[in-house]
Every structure is written in structure tokens, then in C-alpha cells.
């Protein structure tokens, strides 16, 4: 059901908000009480009504809002809860599914990437070097088989109109420049290395953040901690998840209802999706997805020399598999991935087993100088991947293609797919019930949209003044909106970081509160930032999260 044409309702579509009238960017617990308030009184339908707050589900909203359609996304938690915040945090350019023989996918992902990188998130999208190193004991098949791959890729690169100046192409390095990419790379027998060059996202959660906030400067309503309890093609019951309180930190925005009043209400609208992964099946009976959970070491980089590029090291056995250790944030290393069945219920979050550290550590250790061992990892995460259930077969075979289903309620479910096809997949989606119900839709802009930050977006950036030069890790996850952050400030002394050794200012966490949408302690340190994913930078941040929180319910006051 993906290949569905374009619907053509150009002369009744109603216009996306442009002009000076159009809504703010800014998320906030206000902004999510007045609307949700707006919500509950409502006796007529939406156009539509998005369930998740995803990559998939803030792009669908996104796509619908820059269509001028009135577009609601309901959230059970918070944005990037799911399995968006547990990526790779790579914007792949279809490699994998090169080697497969899936050239459709990998041309799709090649083009998504090279949109990303050069028109719509390019503040959030980066070129990262890929290196594999090959040693004399490399078997021939595999010292040869990742260049030819590699070269492959180039080329789906410049065919998806991606230049090279933007992205290099691939070569092959000599062992000194292999080590000046990666230092901590083992020396002893090094032949020579395979460079490729894909791209990074700065922050999976940050990229869910940066659409859900361009949707909602399109008119979208974007409401978290409204749980979805039963949905159809033309209504769903809601429950406000704050009406009892929530975990993970005070609230902003004023004390929680009472226990005696209605927390459930129903919204009705003239299209339903459901855009929820890996609980695709709860929102929606029959659907059946096989999770697959993909999990990361979190390291020091200076484990392996502050390496400047990622080392990728073959799996032993395997002619398609690969595992990473990816410069990171704060001066961290990811190191992935598995590719593991995870059967039984989904887990609000998602946890390491010791035999997937175990794994991850082997692999990698087969290409370091000084092997890592347990003491080196500061921390892991995991994720699960919504793969389309085939009945049989390992999860590292299941296709990564997306599927939409419309069940006999009319609800459509879209799930499966890739983080970096997320704008394909919601051009679809909108296409889709557009046509069968006959939304007033324009054409697909976000191919040309910039996001939130992005060079071209209309909202107008604030330079930095007498605060002086901005952080440059502050301008990188901000883009154009970095001066913006510290102008808008709650905190005192905005450019101070969180806590020593983190490059993280107070700004930044005022921002999370005032114009990103985050409610709890929780919200601020594991999704607006992702400190969190290391206890010990989590607990030392925590204090100001808490500060942060805590202007932002004065100000609202």
C-alpha cells in the first residue's frame, strides 16, 4: 500500500500559514493546556488526527499542517519516547540494503538523506566518515567486499543528486590515515582502511523535536500525555495523562486536576492514523509487528583516541553485518548494534542484555589497540525496531520497509520503515487518507521545507549579542536558532554549562521548557538533551533541569 498516487485537491486546499498570523513554534505546557482545553470543547471533526509522537508521527503531522490541514497529534508520553530516541542516530543512506539486493529502499533512503542534509535539517545533518580497517588475516572476501559497497554507495549517492562536495566519495586510506580517523584502531597487521562517508544526526530526539515544532508553526495541535484508549477512522477516545499527575519530575504549568474530574473526552475527526511502532498492535488489533531491539555501549571517546570518524568492524561470520563506534555527543562514543528478536510485551523502555554488551564489546575489540572491557562503558541503551511481522525468519533478515494498513474501522496504521524515510512515509500517509476521505490538501511541500533552526525558515533568528560568541555545540544543535536560546532564557547566567564537564548551557534547558514542549525533569534530561544516558552526567544536570522547570511554572503564573 505505499505506492498509492498523489491525491489532487490543489483548488479547494486551504491555505498553510505563511503569513504573519501564522502560530508560534514554541511548545509549552500553556500552549498544551489551552489547546487540549480547545479540544475537549470540540463538537466538530479535525481533518485529522495523528497518534504518536515519533519521527513517523511528527512527520505525518507536519506534512498534514503544511497542507493546511487542521491536524492534531496526540502523544502518550512525550515526544521522542519511543524507539526515535534509541537510534543510531544515523541518517543512512541505504548500504545495507544495497548488499540485500533492495535497491528500491536504498534509493529512497539515499534521496531522504541527501533532502535532510542539504535543504531541510542541514543544521541537524552531518557528514560522518566510515572507516574498516583491513588487516593481513582479512579474509579476501572480506577485505574487498566494503569498498565495492562503498563504491556502490557513492554512486546511489550522486544518482540521488547528493554532490560531492557535500558528501565525498569513497577511497581507500593507507594504516596512517586510517589511525588519524580513528587513533585507538589496532596498528599490528593494519593493511589498509575503506573510507565511505554517510551522515550523522546531531540527535535522533532532537530531529522529532525540530519537526513536531515546525508542524506546529503550520497550525498543528501537538499534544503530549494525552494517552489514545480507542481509535477508529473517525474518532478516538483520549485520556489527559496529567489530569493524575505524572512521573519523572514536577509539572510545569500549574498543579494536576483532581482525581474527581473527567480526564477522558472524545475527539472526532475525518481521518485517523496511527503512527505508534512497536504498539502498532495495541492501537490497532491485528496488526502484527516483531520487534527487534537494537542496543549501544556508551564510552569515553578518549577510549579510542577521540577518534574523528566512525571504525566499523565486520560482525565474524556475517557478509552483511557490521558493528560501530560513532563519535557522540559530549565527548562520547556509541558503540552498536544488535539485531535481536524481542518477543513478549513492549516495554516502556527498552533494556541491554549482558549478552548483547558481551557481543558488542567482542566485535569492536577485534579492531582496537587496547581492548575495552566492562569498566569502560559509562552506560547503554536499546531500542526496538517496529519490523512488519513475516511469520518467520532472524529479526537482522525481516525487511526494513514500511507498510500501511487500513483496518475495517478505517483507522490506518503505518509502521515498519526507516528514521530517514520518515518525510517519504508521511507524504504517503497524507496522500493516502486525503484522497479516501477527501481532505482539502495541497501538494507535499517538506521535500523544500526547512525545519526549525534550518537556514530559510521563516522564523527569525536572534544574533548573539553582548553574551558574546555562542558555544559552538549550542549553534550545532540549534542551528539558526541558537541566539534565539540564550535571548529567551528563564535562567540566569544562560550560557553557563548544566554541570562540569558537559556542554550543555542553562539556555538550552530554559529553552526545553519554554519552547520545546517539555513538562518533567525526565522530558528536559533524556529527550530535549540526552545527558541521561549517562546516570552520573544525569544526576549532575538534574539541579538545573529542575531550575529550568521551575521558571518556566513562574512565568505561566
Request: hydrophobic letters at 45%; charged letters at 20%.
Amino acid at each position: 500500500m505505499t505506492g498509492h498516487a498523489k491525491a489532487d485537491h490543489g483548488p479547494t486546499a486551504r491555505p498553510g500559514p505563511t503569513d504573519a498570523r501564522a502560530p508560534s513554534t514554541a511548545l509549552s505546557a500553556g500552549r498544551r493546556a489551552r489547546e487540549l482545553a480547545e479540544l475537549r470543547g470540540r463538537s466538530t471533526p479535525v481533518d485529522l488526527i495523528v497518534i504518536g509522537g515519533g519521527i513517523t508521527g511528527a512527520g505525518i503531522a507536519l506534512d498534514a499542517a503544511s497542507r493546511g490541514l487542521e491536524t492534531v497529534l496526540l502523544e502518550s508520553h512525550d515526544l521522542a519516547f519511543g524507539t526515535s530516541r534509541w537510534s543510531s542516530k544515523l541518517a543512512h543512506g541505504g548500504l545495507r540494503y544495497l548488499a540485500t539486493g533492495n535497491v528500491a529502499i536504498a534509493r529512497r533512503s539515499a534521496v531522504e538523506r541527501g533532502i535532510m542534509l542539504e535543504r531541510t535539517a542541514p543544521h541537524l545533518v552531518r557528514p560522518l566518515a566510515q572507516v574498516v580497517p583491513v588487516y593481513r588475516d582479512t579474509q579476501p572476501v572480506g577485505a574487498v567486499l566494503p569498498g565495492l559497497g562503498f563504491v556502490a554507495g557513492t554512486v546511489l549517492s550522486r544518482l540521488a543528486g547528493t554532490r560531492a562536495d557535500r558528501l565525498p566519495g569513497a577511497r581507500v586510506l593507507g594504516p596512517r590515515r586510517v589511525a588519524e580517523y580513528v587513533p585507538g584502531v589496532r596498528r599490528d597487521g593494519l593493511r589498509f582502511g575503506h573510507l565511505n562517508w554517510d551522515c550523522q544526526l546531531v540527535d535522533d530526539a532532537r530531529l522529532v523535536t525540530a519537526v513536531a515544532r515546525t508542524a506546529a508553526g503550520h497550525g498543528a495541535r501537538v499534544i503530549t500525555r494525552a494517552r489514545v484508549l480507542e481509535a477508529s477512522g473517525t474518532r478516538v477516545t483520549v485520556r489527559d495523562e496529567l489530569g493524575a499527575g505524572v512521573a519523572g519530575g514536577a509539572v510545569v504549568g500549574g498543579a494536576a486536576r483532581s482525581d474527581d474530574d473527567d480526564d477522558e473526552f472524545t475527539l472526532s475527526a475525518r481521518a485517523v492514523v496511527s503512527a505508534t511502532g512497536v504498539w502498532a498492535g495495541q492501537t490497532t488489533p491485528g496488526v502484527r509487528v516483531r520487534p527487534s531491539r537494537g542496543t549501544h555501549l556508551v564510552l569515553d571517546a578518549a577510549a579510542l583516541g577521540h577518534p574523528v570518524g566512525a571504525l566499523t568492524v565486520p560482525v565474524p561470520g556475517e557478509t552483511n553485518r557490521f558493528c560501530f563506534a560513532i563519535p557522540a555527543e559530549f565527548g562520547r562514543l556509541h558503540v552498536g548494534l544488535t539485531d535481536v528478536d524481542a518477543p513478549g510485551p513492549v516495554p516502556d523502555v527498552p533494556e541491554s542484555t549482558e549478552a548483547e554488551i558481551d557481543f558488542l564489546l567482542d566485535v569492536v575489540n577485534r579492531a582496537l589497540e587496547v581492548r575495552l572491557t566492562r569498566d569502560d562503558v559509562l552506560g547503554t541503551f536499546a531500542g526496538l525496531r517496529p519490523l512488519v511481522d513475516s511469520g518467520d525468519g532472524d529479526t537482522a533478515d525481516l525487511s526494513r520497509d514500511h507498510a500501511l494498513l487500513t483496518s475495517d474501522n478505517g483507522l490506518v496504521t503505518i509502521t515498519g520503515g526507516k528514521l530517514t524515510e520518515y518525510r517519504l512515509m508521511a507524504e504517503q500517509v497524507v496522500d493516502l487518507v486525503a484522497g479516501r476521505a477527501g481532505l482539502p490538501a495541497g501538494p507535499c511541500r517538506t521535500a523544500d521545507l526547512p525545519l526549525v533552526g534550518a537556514p530559510g525558515h521563516p522564523v527569525a533568528a536572534v544574533a548573539a549579542t553582548s553574551a558574546g560568541l555562542l558555544p559552538a555545540s549550542l549553534v550545532a544543535r540549534y542551528g539558526q536558532e541558537a541566539g534565539t536560546v540564550v535571548a529567551a532564557s528563564l535562567l540566569d547566567r544562560p550560557l553557563e554549562a548544566v554541570a562540569e564537564g558537559l556542554d550543555v548551557t542553562r539556555a538550552e534547558f530554559s529553552y526545553a521548557v519554554t519552547h520545546e514542549g517539555a513538562l518533567t525533569v525526565d522530558d528536559v534530561l533524556d529527550r530535549r538533551s540526552r545527558i541521561g544516558l549517562v546516570a552520573t552526567d544525569r544526576a549532575a544536570a538534574e539541579p538545573v533541569a529542575r531550575q529550568a522547570l521551575a521558571a518556566g511554572r513562574a512565568a505561566a503564573d
